[in-house]
C-alpha cells in the first residue's frame, strides 16, 4: 500500500460521499424525478475498483449504481444530467438513476432488476476470453442477487468455463426492508456458496477500504495471469432508506442501535483518522480536495441543471439499431 | 454481402437449410457463435446443428448447461462486446425462463440507454405441436414477443426464407427471436447457395388470387395453401400472404392485398386471444374499413393447452380443411365436398405419416 494510493482510496470515497450527499440535500426540490438508491456508507468497494480495473476493463451493475460508475471512471456530469432526465445525460434521458453507462470507460451499464446484469457481465467475460485479451469483466451484485436464480446460473457457467470475471458482492444485509435472515439461512456466507459453485472466493470487511483494494487487486491480477472467475464478499451497511434520500430508522424494520453500530464502522472516517495519524495526509492537502471536490460538483449539478430536456418527439427514435 | 455469392438452388429441407445458414454464417464472420442445449450432441438440435462444432470448433460451437436465463443474459453481455451470438431451443416452452433477460434487458439496451449498444443476437425457438407434445411442449407464444417494442420476431415457411432469413436475423444488429415450427423441418424445398439474405419485414405472397386474402404464418401456410388448391378448384381465388415476421409486420402489403379482395382471414399457429391474427383483424378494420365487403375472420388455436392425448387432439388443430370452409362460409357457398378432398390425415398428429417419433 503506497501513501498514494491510500490517499487515492479517501479521495475516491469522498467524491461518492458528496456526490450523494448533495443528491439528498436537494432531491426534495421534485427536479431529479426518478428513483434514486443511494450508496451512503458502502463507498470503500466503490473507490477501490476503480484503482483496480483499467478503463479497458468492463463493469456491469444494478439498481444502487451511482458509487460504481463514479468508482469506474463514469462521466459526474453525465450521470447528473441522467438523473435529472437530460438530454446530455449518459443515457440522453432515458434511464436514470438506475440505468447509468459511460463505455469509454468501460462501465457498460447498470439495471434496474436485481441481478439482471449478472451474465451480461460474464457474456462480457466470454468476449474477452473469445478474443485472448487480459481484460478483467467486473459484476457488482448485493446480497439480495445471490437469492435469484440467475446468480447461480451465471456462477456455474463462469466456473465451468473459467471466464474472467470478478465477482464483486456487497452484503449491505438488506433487500428493499426485508433484512438478511428472512432471506437466507442463518450462518451461510454468500462467498461459500461461490465456493460451492465451484468458484474461488473469499469474504473480506468492506469498511476497511485497504483490505478491499488489496484483496482485488489479488484476484484481478490471478483472473488476468490464469483466467477466471473470482468472487469476493464485502460486509458492508445501507446507511439511508432504500429508495430516496432520506433515513429511515425510525419506519421499524431496523433498530437505531444496530444502525449506529454500523455507522461506527464509518469506511471514510476510518482512511481519515488513520492517514491524519499516520502524517501521511497533511490537513492542508485534505482541505485542498475537499476544496476541489466541492467545485467540481458544484459545476456538475450546475451542468445537469442548466441541460435541455430531451426533445418528446425523440420519444419514438432509437427503438431499433 | 460476401463475393461468394451464389444464387444456384438446390432442394434442401427445412433443417438442413438452417445448418446451411449457420455454417455460412459462421464462415463469413469469426464473431458469430452458436450455442444451447444440445447444440453439439449426436442429434444435433434436430440436425440444424450438425457438424457445426467439428468445424468451427467448442469456442463456437458449444452445449450449455440448463441455465436459459442467464444463458441469454451471457449472450447479451457477449453482444455488447462484438460478439453476434445465436442461441438454440428445443422448444419454444423452455426459453420461458429467460424472459427477465429477453425483455428487461435485450428488448431494452438500444433503447433505455440512447442507442450507444445495441444486442445484436439471436434466439432460434422451435414450436412444438402433435405426437403428445402437450401442455408445456407446444406452445406458440410469438404474440408475447410481438408485443415487446425492440424485439424483431421471424417465422419462416418455406426452407428458402429459412436460411435467407435466419442469416439476416443473424447479421441484423438488434434482438431477433427466431421461431421454427418442427413440422416444417422436414419439407423440401429450393434453396439457394450462398450467403442468400432475405430482408426482415417484407411478407412473401405464397400464392396470388383475387378473391379473398389469407394472412397466415409458418406451418399455417403450408395449410392454407392446400386449401386454396382445393378452393381453385370450386372457382376460388385465394391469395396467401406468407408474413414470414410478426414484428414487423409487412402492413402495407396487407392493405394493398384487402383493398383487392376485400375479405381477410387470418390464421394464426398460437391461441386465439391476444393472437397476431387479432391485431391484424384489428389493423385492418381500422384502417381499411372501406375496402372490407364483409366481417374479417381468424382461425386459431383454441384458448386452452394443447392436450397430450391421441384422443383430445383429433379436430383439435385447425387443417386445411378447417380453412377451405371458413372461406365458403365468409363467401356464402355451399360447403359442398370439402370434407371429402380435405380429410384430417390419419394419424392427425404428425407432419406426415412417416414421422414416428419420439420428438
Known amino acids: 500500500m503506497t501513501p498514494e494510493i491510500a490517499k487515492q482510496l479517501l479521495f475516491r470515497m469522498m467524491r461518492i460521499r458528496y456526490v450523494e450527499e448533495t443528491i ?6 421534485q427536479a431529479m424525478r426518478c428513483p434514486i438508491h443511494l450508496c451512503t456508507g458502502q463507498e470503500a468497494v466503490s473507490a477501490a475498483v476503480g484503482l483496480v480495473l483499467r478503463p479497458s476493463d468492463f463493469a456491469v451493475s444494478g439498481h444502487r449504481a451511482h458509487g460504481h460508475y463514479l468508482g469506474k471512471g463514469g462521466n459526474l456530469r453525465a450521470m447528473l444530467a441522467e438523473i435529472y432526465g437530460k438530454k446530455t445525460g449518459c443515457a440522453g434521458g432515458r434511464g436514470g438513476s438506475m440505468h447509468l453507462i459511460d463505455e469509454s470507460v468501460g462501465f457498460m451499464g447498470s439495471t434496474a432488476i436485481v441481478g439482471n446484469t449478472i451474465p451480461v457481465g460474464v457474456g462480457l467475460g466470454l468476449s474477452i476470453q473469445l478474443s485472448g485479451s487480459d481484460a478483467v469483466s467486473c459484476v457488482f451484485l448485493g446480497d439480495g442477487a445471490a437469492e435469484t436464480g440467475v446468480f447461480f446460473e451465471s456462477m456455474n457457467f463462469a466456473a ?111 482512511q481519515h483518522d488513520k492517514l491524519i495519524q499516520s502524517k501521511l495526509l497533511a490537513p492542508e492537502e485534505l482541505a485542498a480536495f475537499g476544496e476541489s471536490l466541492r467545485v467540481e460538483i458544484e459545476d456538475a449539478f450546475c451542468y445537469a441543471i442548466e441541460s435541455p430536456f430531451p426533445d418528446d418527439t425523440d420519444v419514438r427514435a432509437r427503438l431499433y439499431a | 454481402m460476401p463475393e461468394s455469392i451464389s444464387t444456384a438452388s438446390r432442394q434442401l429441407t427445412f433443417a438442413k437449410a438452417i445448418n446451411e445458414a449457420l455454417n455460412v454464417a459462421l464462415e463469413a464472420d469469426d464473431k458469430v457463435i452458436c450455442y444451447g442445449l444440445g447444440a453439439d450432441d449426436p442429434k444435433g438440435i434436430f440436425g440444424t446443428t450438425l457438424g457445426l462444432r467439428q468445424r468451427f470448433g467448442s469456442a463456437r460451437v458449444f452445449d450449455m448447461p440448463l441455465s436459459e436465463n442467464a444463458m441469454t443474459g451471457v449472450a447479451i453481455g457477449a453482444s455488447l462486446n462484438g460478439i453476434r451470438p445465436v442461441m438454440c431451443h428445443q422448444r419454444l416452452d423452455f426459453f420461458l425462463l429467460a424472459m427477465d433477460q429477453l425483455v428487461n434487458n ?33 406452445q406458440n407464444l410469438q404474440a408475447w414477443f410481438a408485443h415487446i417494442p425492440g424485439l424483431k420476431v421471424v417465422m419462416p415457411t418455406s426452407p428458402a426464407d429459412a436460411k435467407g432469413l435466419l442469416l439476416s436475423s443473424i447479421f441484423d444488429p438488434n434482438p431477433v427471436l427466431f421461431i421454427e415450427h418442427r413440422w416444417l423441418h422436414n419439407m423440401v424445398g429450393d434453396v439457394p447457395e450462398g450467403d442468400v439474405r432475405i430482408p426482415i419485414g417484407p411478407l412473401r405472397v405464397a400464392r396470388g388470387g383475387c ?69 391484424i383483424v384489428a389493423r385492418v378494420a381500422i384502417e381499411r374499413m372501406g375496402s372490407l365487403k364483409l366481417a374479417p375472420a381468424r382461425l386459431a388455436m383454441p384458448d386452452v393447452p394443447e392436450p397430450t392425448s391421441f384422443g383430445m387432439t383429433k379436430g383439435f388443430y385447425v387443417r386445411a380443411g378447417d380453412v377451405a370452409h371458413k372461406v365458403l362460409d365468409m363467401l356464402a357457398l ?26
Open chain 1, 160 to 270: 465451468v468455463r473459467e471466464i474472467p470475471v470478478l465477482f464483486v458482492c456487497e452484503n449491505n444485509l438488506y433487500s428493499v426492508y426485508s433484512p438478511l435472515h428472512v432471506r437466507q439461512p442463518k450462518g451461510r456466507k454468500i462467498f461459500r456458496l461461490a465456493q460451492a459453485i465451484g468458484v474461488e472466493a473469499e469474504h473480506g470487511d468492506g469498511n476497511d477500504v485497504e483490505a478491499v483494494y488489496a484483496m482485488m487487486k489479488r484476484a484481478v491480477a490471478d483472473i488476468r495471469r490464469n483466467g477466471g472467475p473470482r468472487f469476493l464478499e464485502f460486509d458492508t451497511y445501507r446507511w439511508r432508506e432504500h429508495c430516496g434520500p432520506n433515513f429511515d430508522n425510525d419506519i421499524g424494520y431496523r433498530t437505531e442501535q444496530e444502525y449506529l453500530a454500523h455507522r461506527m464502522q464509518e469506511p471514510i472516517k476510518r
Open chain 2, 211 to 279: 378473391d379473398i386474402t389469407i394472412v397466415s404464418m409458418s406451418y399455417m401456410t403450408v395449410e392454407a395453401l392446400h386449401a386454396a388448391e382445393y378452393l381453385q378448384e370450386r372457382g376460388v381465388s385465394c391469395e396467401i400472404l406468407d408474413l414470414r415476421c410478426v414484428n414487423p409486420i409487412d402492413w402495407q402489403a396487407i392493405f394493398e392485398s384487402v383493398d383487392k379482395t376485400g375479405k381477410l382471414l387470418v390464421l394464426d399457429t398460437g391461441a386465439e386471444t391476444g393472437s397476431i391474427a387479432g391485431e
Open chain 1, 24 to 29: 439528498a440535500a436537494r432531491y426534495s426540490e
Open chain 2, 106 to 138: 435485450a428488448a431494452k439496451w438500444f433503447y433505455m440507454f440512447d442507442g450507444q449498444r445495441s444486442v445484436p443476437i439471436t434466439i432460434r425457438l422451435i414450436l412444438g405441436r402433435g405426437w403428445g407434445q402437450g401442455p408445456t411442449h407446444s
Open chain 2, 334 to 359: 355451399e360447403r359442398g365436398d370439402v370434407d371429402a378432398h380435405l380429410v384430417e390425415p390419419i394419424p392427425h398428429d404428425v407432419p406426415g405419416a412417416w414421422f414416428t417419433g419420439p420428438f
